[in-house]
């Protein structure tokens, strides 16, 4: 039987650390046993769980004989991580499946696991992330990355996307759908799909981009160039490029595109209207434009999206499709 340690610490998102317990814990072999032997470890025999304390059963020596680590998210992911901790997933590495949910990727990262090899987290952390760690490449966007021995998730409901994903690497579709039915949860989101993200207003900083971006917020559903965003914020279009490369992480027609697509999320969401028409709202003269730009942007068509999210739901985005600089948009 494979055994899962689920690291627990001072700080753990419960909701993270209950998600690998119960998922790890419903899933079945088809005989009806138990598929993993699952243990929570932490260096105490408590930890401040917040609301609570938390008592751990296991000791991190247990990590060495687990088949599969789970680290939980932090609730502040720039609190010092207790040494530990990380020599004891460094220590696990080499043998075991290394994996993350939220924000304990920072955990991750700060053990050395996650250097030279793409990964994710909640999208509110993914800048924090890249920033404190430019040896990660970070991908704000998708629900999880695999990458064989270490694999990362975002937060909430991508951390049961990422067990049950590990469940059907370990034992087959059939005992992760029934682990999934057990859970209440479809089997199975595929992690390239899109996180559904709120962006954050530009910041109100005098030498930041933001009146740029507010207006071209307001004026999405028009035609642009590269040129005449370039003029409109008094500088050369490879200025522009390089300030909006170094502020917002993509290009400006890239972000045009995203900000036309939050409009079409917030439209599909609230409104009947048909998604040709949402189309041309947005600025796409073509619904068949739109269409595919909304399915490589956000990683499910609009009708999906709208049966998905209708009377609710946060607003998406996704990963940026290149744009060609100079292009009307």
């Given at each position: 039987?494979?055994?899962?340690?689920?690291?627990?610490?001072?700080?753990?998102?419960?909701?993270?650390?209950?998600?690998?317990?119960?998922?790890?814990?419903?899933?079945?072999?088809?005989?009806?046993?138990?598929?993993?032997?699952?243990?929570?470890?932490?260096?105490?025999?408590?930890?401040?769980?917040?609301?609570?304390?938390?008592?751990a059963?296991?000791?991190?020596?247990?990590?060495?004989?687990?088949?599969?680590?789970?680290?939980?998210?932090?609730?502040?992911?720039?609190?010092?991580?207790?040494?530990?901790?990380?020599d004891?997933?460094?220590?696990?590495?080499?043998?075991?499946?290394?994996?993350?949910?939220?924000?304990?990727?920072?955990?991750?990262?700060?053990?050395?696991?996650?250097?030279?090899?793409?990964?994710?987290?909640?999208?509110?952390?993914?800048?924090?992330?890249?920033a404190?760690?430019?040896?990660?490449?970070?991908?704000?966007?998708?629900?999880?990355?695999?990458?064989?021995?270490?694999?990362?998730?975002?937060?909430?409901?991508?951390?049961?996307?990422?067990?049950?994903?590990?469940?059907?690497?370990?034992h087959?579709?059939?005992?992760?759908?029934?682990?999934?039915?057990?859970?209440?949860?479809?089997?199975?989101?595929?992690?390239?799909?899109?996180?559904?993200?709120?962006?954050?207003?530009?910041?109100?900083?005098?030498?930041?981009?933001?009146?740029?971006?507010?207006?071209?917020?307001?004026h999405?559903?028009?035609?642009?160039?590269?040129?005449?965003?370039?003029?409109?914020?008094?500088?050369?279009?490879r200025?522009?490029?390089?300030?909006?490369?170094?502020?917002?992480?993509?290009?400006?027609?890239?972000?045009?595109?995203?900000?036309?697509?939050?409009?079409?999320?917030?439209?599909?969401?609230?409104?009947?209207?048909?998604?040709?028409?949402?189309?041309?709202?947005?600025?796409?003269?073509?619904?068949?434009?739109?269409?595919e730009?909304?399915?490589?942007?956000?990683?499910?068509?609009?009708?999906?999206?709208?049966?998905?999210?209708?009377?609710?739901?946060?607003?998406?985005?996704?990963?940026?499709?290149?744009?060609?600089?100079?292009?009307?948009?």
């Amino acid at each position: 039987m494979r055994t899962v340690a689920v690291v627990a610490f001072d700080g753990v998102i419960v909701f993270d650390l209950a998600t690998a317990v119960e998922t790890f814990g419903f899933a079945r072999r088809p005989d009806g046993g138990p598929a993993y032997r699952v243990r929570v470890c932490a260096a105490a025999e408590e930890v401040s769980a917040g609301a609570f304390a938390l008592r751990a059963p296991w000791r991190l020596d247990a990590l060495a004989d687990a088949d599969t680590v789970v680290v939980p998210g932090v609730r502040d992911p720039l609190a010092p991580v207790d040494d530990a901790l990380l020599d004891a997933l460094r220590a696990a590495a080499p043998r075991a499946r290394i994996a993350s949910i939220c924000t304990g990727a920072f955990v991750l990262a700060a053990a050395g696991l996650l250097d030279g090899l793409r990964a994710t987290t909640h999208w509110a952390a993914a800048e924090l992330l890249a920033a404190r760690f430019p040896q990660v490449a970070v991908d704000p966007d998708v629900l999880y990355v695999d990458n064989g021995d270490v694999l990362t998730s975002a937060g909430a409901a991508a951390g049961l996307d990422l067990c049950l994903h590990m469940i059907r690497r370990d034992h087959g579709a059939a005992v992760a759908a029934d682990a999934a039915r057990a859970a209440v949860m479809p089997l199975e989101r595929a992690g390239g799909q899109a996180q559904f993200i709120v962006h954050r207003a530009p910041d109100a900083d005098g030498g930041s981009l933001a009146p740029l971006l507010a207006w071209m917020e307001e004026h999405a559903g028009e035609r642009h160039t590269l040129e005449a965003l370039a003029a409109r914020a008094h500088m050369s279009p490879r200025t522009l490029s390089r300030r909006f490369r170094e502020q917002t992480g993509t290009t400006p027609l890239q972000w045009l595109h995203r900000a036309r697509l939050r409009r079409a999320q917030g439209l599909l969401e609230t409104t009947d209207e048909p998604v040709e028409r949402i189309a041309d709202l947005v600025g796409y003269g073509s619904p068949t434009a739109f269409r595919e730009r909304f399915r490589a942007l956000c990683g499910t068509s609009p009708q999906a999206y709208r049966r998905a999210f209708r009377g609710g739901g946060a607003p998406a985005a996704a990963s940026p499709a290149p744009v060609l600089a100079g292009s009307a948009a």
